[in-house]
Every structure is written in C-alpha cells, then in structure tokens.
C-alpha cells in the first residue's frame, strides 16, 4: 500500500544548529502539506504546496523557516536556527489536489524533533 | 475557515457503540466534514468524510444533521485498539485551497 515516507523518524539537535526534514508523498498526489505537532496539541499547519507553488504558508515562522518542493514530488522543511520551543512532532500529508475536498489526506509517521 | 467544537474526552466499555459529536454550526455549503483519528505516537490516519447524506465504511458512520451544523462519529463496536484522538474538521472546496485544519479533537478511552 502506498505510503507517506518521512525522514528521519528521530532527530536530536542543538539549539541554533541547522535542521531539515524530508517527505516524500504518495505518487500523483499535488496537494503537500508539512504541519507540526506540539504535545498534547492538534497538528498545525505550517505550509500547504500545490506542486512546486506554495499556497499557504501563513503559519509558517518564516525568519527561522523554510520549505520547498522544487519539482512538485518530494520536499524538505528546514529549520535554521532551532529553538527549544521547536521540540514537536513534524508530520507530513499529501492528497490527490487542493481542489478535492472529497478526498482524503494520507498522513507520514513524523518526525519527532527535540531541541537541547 | 469554518471551525468545530468537540468534547475534549469520552470513555467507552470495549464492544459497546461510541457516537463521537462535533458542532459546525458555521458551516459553509462547500465543507466537506472530515474525520481523522491519530493513535499514539502515530500520524492521524483518515476514518471519514461526507457532504450531506450519512455515509457508512469499514471504520465508521458518520450522521450529518440535515441543517450539516452538526454531525456525529459513530463506532459500532469500540475496541482497545480504537483509543485515539478523533479530529473532526472541515475541508473546504472553495479558494481551492482544500486544507485540513486540526483543532484539539476528542480523546477517546476505551476500558475493557
């Protein structure tokens, strides 16, 4: 069964060291999304891509953060510097396109990310 | 975007039917309702969706008020393995933009 690939599942960093995660969707899906996901709290969307555009990223801290997904597949969230508050659980979905809201999400395991 | 009110919790004895509510009240006519549960330390996996009439599948029911500001999850026979956190969102067409916006959801116990 196809799946959402995210890596790594763990990552221990130090804080204002340079981080990154990698998510590589479910073949033909256009719609991308990275949210985070603090303890104890709902996910939060941090970015949404349709192919390689950005469509929202409203949410995402942009002087620490950056996302891209070059040529519409897979696609990388860094963090530069991390801060404690950036320990969470990071998550990555796909769905076939932004404009089927009749379809479902598919959700990666995350990444679990502690700052110290 | 349209919100949801969930309770923050609920219990339910194992095998016995769970009904899992979710307020919309201000739902527009291009929301879809959604339902996605996340077990611990796992990712939140999809469970539902419907746009008016009721909707059934291998996981779960889902009954939609005929005004929508409304609907309900319905788990036929709760197991263990069915203690998660139920996310009810709405999913918009319109702007196509379609995202999914998670609020606290419903932490759901099952007790044997």
């Known amino acids: 069964e196809a799946e959402v690939a995210q890596s790594p599942r763990y990552k221990i960093t130090e804080k204002s060291q340079a981080v990154a995660f990698w998510c590589d969707p479910i073949s033909g899906h256009a719609t991308l999304y990275w949210y985070r996901q603090i303890l104890g709290q709902g996910p939060e969307l941090l970015v949404q891509f349709q192919d390689e555009s950005v469509v929202d990223d409203s949410q995402l801290p942009k002087d620490r953060f950056s996302a891209e997904r070059l040529k519409g597949v897979d696609s990388t969230l860094k963090i530069q510097p991390a801060e404690l508050g950036d320990s969470a659980m990071y998550l990555c979905?796909?769905?076939?396109?932004?404009?089927?809201?009749?379809?479902?999400?598919?959700f990666g395991q995350g990444t679990r990310l502690t700052v110290v | 975007d349209a919100k949801t009110t969930q309770p923050n919790s609920m219990e339910s004895n194992e095998e016995e039917p769970v009904h899992l509510p979710c307020n919309h009240s201000?739902?527009?006519?291009?929301?879809?309702i959604h339902w996605y549960r996340q077990l611990p330390s796992q990712g939140p996996e999809y469970v539902i969706h419907?746009?008016?009439s009721n909707v059934n599948n291998r996981m779960a029911s889902l009954a939609i008020a005929e005004d929508r500001k409304s609907s309900t999850l319905i788990l036929h026979r709760a197991t263990l393995r069915d203690a998660a956190v139920y996310y009810c969102i709405l999913r918009d067409v319109s702007g196509n933009t379609g995202k999914l916006i998670f609020g606290q959801g419903t932490t759901l116990q099952v007790k044997p």
């Open positions: 419907g746009l008016t």
């Open positions: 201000t739902i527009s006519g291009t929301d879809y």
């Open positions: 979905a796909s769905s076939l396109g932004s404009g089927y809201a009749n379809t479902e999400a598919f």
